[in-house]
T-cell receptor
Framework: DTAVSQTPKYLVTQMGNDKSIKCEQN?????MYWYKQDSKKFLKIMFSYNNKELIINETVPNRFSPKSPDKAHLNLHINSLELGDSAVYFC?????????????FGEGSRLTVL | TQLLEQSPQFLSIQEGENLTVYCNSS?????LQWYRQEPGEGPVLLVTVVTGGEVKKLKRLTFQFGDARKDSSLHITAAQPGDTGLYLC??????????WGAGTKLIIKP
């Protein structure tokens, strides 16, 4: 069983469209994250939820909206896609938001905006 | 703002050679994690170091946390092609956030 699974793995779309990426974890973790990895491979946190509550909300355009229906799921919706949104988006989970929280990542969703 | 500088950014060596990757900061971290990421996959945790001066070994990989908990190193002995990947360090900072290094892309040539 995949611990952290996200779909779709690949997403190619036109500028201006709206798209969603879904994530599910079966590890029983309380905390989930969305990260963006750019072409230079730098990982940047976007959002974090702990037990469905938003605890980290970095400087991200309002076009990005996370939703956590329960603590095992964290989805990411992106409105009005722009060229600069092209990147790999990783979902991750950890036992808690504590300082030694070790992350388990999904395989990533590669978004290409044309 | 806490920063974590990782070096080198890129390293290409022959199989059998040794190498060291460094992560340095002016900030103190409560712990530091090392991850390896292979193409098309997410990062996978290799180790977490918590105590200043701590040394952990994972087969041919040796991880060290600086005495002051501001820096860490990853040393690989007799590198193998299977070690190829992107190595990322991440320090646990304030507000429960992880501070990430920019990564070291490692290529081991057979």
């Amino acid at each position: 069983d995949t611990a952290v699974s996200q779909t779709p793995k690949y997403l190619v779309t036109q500028m201006g469209n709206d798209k969603s990426i879904k994530c599910e974890q079966n590890l029983g973790h309380d905390t989930m994250y969305w990260y963006k990895q750019d072409s230079k491979k730098f990982l940047k946190i976007m959002f974090s939820y702990n037990n469905k509550e938003l605890i980290i909300n970095e400087t991200v355009p309002n076009r990005f909206s996370p939703k956590s229906p329960d603590k095992a799921h964290l989805n990411l919706h992106i409105n009005s896609l722009e060229l600069g949104d092209s990147a790999v988006y990783f979902c991750a989970s950890s036992q808690g938001p504590g300082r030694t929280g070790e992350l388990f990542f999904g395989e990533g969703s590669r978004l290409t905006v044309l | 703002t806490q920063l974590l500088e990782q070096s080198p950014q890129f390293l290409s060596i022959q199989e059998g050679e040794n190498l060291t990757v460094y992560c340095n900061s002016s900030s103190v971290f409560s712990s530091l994690q090392w991850y390896r990421q292979e193409p098309g996959e997410g990062p996978v945790l290799l180790v977490t170091v918590v105590t200043g001066g701590e040394v952990k070994k994972l087969k041919r990989l040796t991880f060290q946390f600086g005495d002051a908990r501001k820096d860490s190193s990853l040393h690989i002995t007799a590198a193998q092609p299977g070690d190829t990947g992107l190595y990322l360090c991440a320090g646990a900072g304030s507000n429960y956030q992880l501070i990430w290094g920019a990564g070291t892309k490692l290529i081991i040539k057979p």
